[in-house]
């Protein structure tokens, strides 16, 4: 097997299709670019930094669902064609025979009897010229190889995948991994593959690390205000942040594999009425038709209202936050 697998048809199906970078996100280079000259700033000035990156930050939490990876066409990497096999060429040859018949001896080569010697050199590079035509059709041949062996391996990943064999969709999810700015947010996912192929993804959101719970404001004066948010607006950014990530990981799901529908959770840390321990728990579930996704427009929801739109689970209220639910059953899902 080569070292680039079917990931290579893949990046070079979707290499036309650039990311599309959410406002929040470019908003976001912009004020990590700044944080290098803070030492310089004035107290004034940094206080609106601060706040600027307060705000980027609830304004990220609340806006994962508006990014998606470029989309994935399994039946275009199934009808792959077959590479072309390439010829020897003679083109460093040929480059060293027109050099050669080209001289025409000058006075002083003649008069110093230097024209065998010049031919000997023309000779000389006419056989190293060969040597790289044979090297050049050497690697082409080995590059067509690996090319032969990806498209192979590629189409029968996409076969696989067309088929819903649920071990090669995870194994798709594992390689391609598109979930990285909520990993780097601190959650974490867990995918699991049902008998009858229904993907269960679970999301680990980490809440309270996640969401800050002091807010961050500019007094009229210019300086820093910072005080404990309030409850109610910690547990809405929450939610929002939950809703927004479950709406993000259904879209980079389905923009990687053809299923019409996925189960998401999301489990935080909960505590336990009946143990008095803080716990995971799940504290949403859904069920997500990607029909009903893609005709939401993701730029203007709010992504907690945006879970009317399917099946799921969630007992939220502003003043207390979340509280445990059930999971949707995958086998009448």
């Known amino acids: 097997m080569n070292h680039m ?3 290579g048809t893949i990046r070079s199906v979707n290499a036309a299709v650039k990311r599309a970078e959410r406002n929040a996100r470019k908003r976001q280079r912009e004020l990590e670019l700044k944080q290098k000259h803070l030492a310089k ?4 000035e940094q206080a609106s930094y601060e ?3 307060y705000n980027n930050h609830i304004d990220l939490l609340q806006s994962l669902h508006k990014e998606c990876s ?14 072309v096999k390439p ?4 083109k460093y040859e040929r480059e060293a025979l ?3 018949a080209n001289y025409k001896p000058s006075l002083i080569d003649k008069v110093l009897n230097r024209s065998d010697a010049k031919n000997k050199v023309f000779d000389k590079d006419i056989l190293e010229a060969k040597k790289r035509d044979q090297e050049y059709y050497q690697d082409s041949l080995n590059d067509w190889e690996i090319s032969i062996n990806d498209r192979d391996e590629s189409i029968e990943t996409a076969k696989k995948v067309l088929e819903n064999d649920p071990q090669t969709k995870l194994k798709v999810i594992e390689e391609l991994d598109p979930f990285s700015e909520l990993d ?3 959650s ?14 679970t999301i680990k959101v980490h809440g309270k690390g996640i969401v800050p719970n002091e807010q961050k404001s500019l007094l009229q004066s210019g300086k820093l205000s910072v005080k404990k948010m309030p409850i109610g607006k910690f547990n809405e950014i929450y939610q929002d942040y939950v809703c927004s990530a479950i709406l993000r990981v259904a879209r980079e799901f389905f923009s990687i594999l053809p299923d019409h529908e996925v189960i998401i959770n999301a489990e935080d840390e909960l505590l336990n009425k009946s143990t008095g321990h803080i716990e995971d728990q799940i504290i949403f579930s859904a069920k997500i038709l990607r029909n009903t996704l893609n005709n939401l427009n993701m730029d203007y929801i709010d992504p907690s209202d945006a879970m009317e739109n399917f099946i799921h689970n969630m007992s939220f209220k502003k003043t207390q936050g979340f509280n445990r639910v059930n999971k949707i059953e995958t086998e009448t899902a």
Do not use: C, R, Y
Not at 41 to 44: D, G, P, R, V
Not at 194 to 201: A, K, T, V, Y
């Open 5 to 7: 697998g079917w990931k």
């Open 41 to 44: 700033m004035e107290a004034l």
């Open 51 to 53: 706040v600027d990156i």
């Open 70 to 83: 470029s989309t994935i066409d399994w039946n275009l990497i199934l009808n792959t064609p077959k590479p």
């Open 87 to 90: 010829e020897p060429n003679k």
């Open 98 to 100: 027109v050099a050669k």
């Open 184 to 186: 780097s947010l601190g």
């Open 188 to 201: 974490n996912l867990l995918f699991q593959a049902h008998e009858n192929s229904l993907i269960e993804i």
